[in-house]
């Protein structure tokens, strides 16, 4: 027999225990972690005695505000974002119209197009330093083909390097995107499409009246996804071009990984780490603030 | 929308599935390219079949099985792990409301935001107080914290479309709460849970930072690891580094393609739902 005692105990503590597993996983794993990189960030360690920390307070940051290298880092994880974010959405919202409308084999195509997706980075950037490939490879070779001068090759010139890394990283994330906005399109109730058309409204004014408020919540909250991957992105940046030539690709967790492990600073790659954390958060908090006023003027 | 001309929708669907397909089909033509045609002028665009004893090649000369082997632990284990770990808090975080509910959602959005490369440093002295370094056991630990919060969006999101009623019944016949998970949940939900075993195992299989810097050892090497050690290195030949990248590449193809509407139904759902 189960006493009312008994049910309040319940009922008060069962959510708890059921989230149990996953909170002191991430305290463990995740949030511990963070807050000895935290403590790393004012002190002066070197990766070669990790466990003899000198308490320097906020010189970490300062010099890294004094340091150019790390103020173009800041502004190439700014273009690099950006421009993933951009083009991500801009492709994969064009992929996704295109996946929406009927065609034949459109199933066959709908399932190729995500593939980039699937590919391991480790893979996606083997193939592209080959495909790059100043002599040998495709990429220099269509451009000559176009009649272009290609001789170099763009992952180690400073004025491509970027802009080679995109078409990589935008390769492999658009088709996220295109799929996640194609549900949404789907979403996307047909009597108002056609009561819009019967209107007589055009098909792009249907888009704008009818189909983008509605994919609007899915596209913002994809834009904020995209923004923290391309802020956190390593593998396939640091095995195209680990941050060079000179610097060209250098986004701020290339550079800390580079502090902490090719320069030895423990404390000024927490530093940044930091740095590149707080950004996040940031745009975060925005983004909530800008997606809650989007919906409530759409309501 | 009929408006676009047919012909010109067909050829835009064309060369977006050619930008797509074609890194793909280039690594496979790389692979069954002979040795004597890599290094032409002109590339050969099209597989030599008879070449394609590199594959073979591949496994006798480089310990491409071990990578493959430890891969396969890994991604297993971090597979097993998340997974076990995720299917009660995803029932509390849909049917539950509780004080700090919010807190726990934004926590699981939170860790989205910490890069790998981040958290090594304090991992491996985590897992150095533990003995862990250099073992698969790590991999599989660190995997997981980066899966699990992925994994509980994904089995919360069906468990949001499991209706109430259905439990009611086992309510009555005083089923406990662990048991409804168990018994009545768990089945119901299986597809999903299907899916996000597959996420969570190719998270683990291409994962490449921890696996770098967890693990020394060349016997505990993992298949991305042993890969990225190619990018850059020029004594192996090109074409068999690429057969090795296929055969890496390929089960993570087949089995995404499997899983894709799950993987947007629970980021539509996590995401937007919060």
């Not at chain 1, 970490?60 to 103020?71: A, H, K, M, Q, T």
């Not at chain 1, 009818?210 to 909250?221: A, C, G, K, N, Q």
Request: net charge neutral; with cysteine.
């Amino acid at each position: 027999m189960k006493t009312s005692v008994d049910n309040f105990f319940k009922d008060q503590w069962l959510p708890y225990a059921f989230m149990a597993p996953v909170f002191l996983y991430l305290v463990l794993f995740d949030f511990i972690p963070l807050l000895n990189e935290l403590y790393l960030s004012f002190t002066s360690t070197s990766l070669l005695s990790p466990r003899q920390h000198t308490w320097v307070g906020l010189d970490n940051y300062r010099e890294l505000f004094r340091s150019s290298d790390f103020i173009h880092a800041i502004w190439i994880t700014t273009i690099y974002t950006l421009a993933c974010v951009a083009l991500a959405l801009g492709i994969g919202l064009g992929a996704a119209i295109l996946m929406d409308s009927p065609f034949v084999g459109r199933g066959v195509a709908r399932a190729l197009v995500t593939l980039p997706w699937a590919a391991p980075p480790v893979a996606v950037a083997l193939i592209f330093t080959w495909i790059y490939n100043a002599q040998y490879g495709v990429f220099n070779f269509a451009q000559k083909m176009l009649g272009f001068d290609a001789f170099e090759n763009w992952l180690d010139t400073p004025q491509r390097a970027l802009m080679a890394i995109l078409i990589a990283t935008i390769w492999q994330i658009f088709p996220f995107a295109s799929v996640v906005i194609l549900s949404a399109l789907q979403g996307v109730p047909k009597e108002l499409r056609e009561a819009a058309a019967i209107d007589g409204a055009g098909r792009f004014a249907i888009f704008r009246a009818v189909v983008w408020p509605t994919i609007l919540p899915t596209v913002m909250i994809l834009g904020l996804f995209i923004t923290i991957w391309s802020l956190r992105r390593f593998d396939l940046i640091w095995l195209l071009t680990q941050g060079g030539p000179i610097g060209a690709t250098n986004t701020l967790v290339i550079e800390l990984y580079r502090k902490a492990f090719v320069y030895r600073d423990l404390g000024a790659g927490a530093a940044v780490g930091m740095i590149g954390l707080a950004v996040a958060l940031v745009i975060t908090v925005i983004h909530a603030r800008v997606s809650s006023r989007l919906e409530a003027e759409n309501k | 929308m009929s408006a676009l001309p047919n012909a010109l929708r067909i050829t835009t669907v064309l060369a977006l599935l050619v930008l797509a397909g074609f890194p793909f089909y280039w690594m496979f033509v790389t692979s069954l390219t002979p040795s004597s045609q890599l290094f032409a002028s002109t590339p050969q665009f099209w597989p030599v079949w008879s070449e394609a004893g590199v594959y073979r090649e591949a496994f006798q000369k480089i310990p491409v099985a071990t990578w493959l082997l430890n891969s396969l632990i890994v991604a297993a284990g971090t597979t097993i792990l998340a997974l076990s770990i995720a299917l009660f808090p995803a029932y509390a975080l849909s049917r539950f409301k509780f004080a700090g509910k919010g807190v726990m959602g934004l926590s699981l959005f939170a860790t989205q935001m910490l890069p790998e490369a981040m958290l090594v440093v304090p991992l491996y002295a985590l897992f150095g107080q533990f003995n862990l370094l250099n073992t698969l056991t790590a991999l599989i630990l660190a995997n997981t914290a980066f899966t699990v919060p992925v994994v509980v969006w994904i089995l919360k999101g069906a468990i949001d479309g499991v209706p109430e009623e259905i439990e009611e019944a086992a309510r009555i016949d005083g089923c406990s709460p662990a048991g409804i998970v168990w018994r009545i949940i768990l089945p119901l939900i299986a597809p999903t849970l299907a899916a996000a075993s597959v996420i969570a195992f190719f998270h683990g299989w291409n994962e490449y930072v921890f696996a770098q810097t967890l693990v020394s050892s060349e016997s505990l090497r993992t298949a991305s690891v042993g890969l990225a050690g190619f990018v850059g290195e020029l004594s192996t030949p090109i074409h068999t580094v690429m057969s090795i990248a296929v055969i890496y590449t390929v089960p993570a193809i087949i089995f995404y393609l499997f899983v894709q509407k799950y993987v947007v139904g629970g980021m539509t759902a996590g995401g937007v739902k919060g």
